[in-house]
């Protein structure tokens, strides 16, 4: 299966495998809020905006869609 897309794509034969290393945090932490206006303080001391929907985030902030500053460089 492997070779055919090398088939289909012959400009990637010879190309360096690519590894996503995934990035595990140090501490994964539950916190419950008995108020809505707790939830609310809450935002407010992290400097963060959460929906009903979050399920997680970093702190400090972090994007989870990984848009770290990325630098290309033309190796010829």
């Known amino acids: 299966m492997m070779n055919d897309l090398f088939d289909q794509y012959p400009e990637w034969v ?10 595990e945090p140090f501490k994964e932490l539950i916190v419950r809020f008995e108020t809505e206006a707790d939830y609310k ?20 902030f972090r994007s989870h869609w990984g848009l770290e500053k990325k630098v290309y460089k033309d190796v010829a």
């Open 14 to 23: 010879g190309m360096p495998e690519f590894v996503q290393e995934k990035k």
């Open 41 to 60: 303080n809450f935002q407010q001391l992290l400097g963060q905006s959460l929906t009903i929907k979050t399920k997680s985030i970093w702190y400090p």
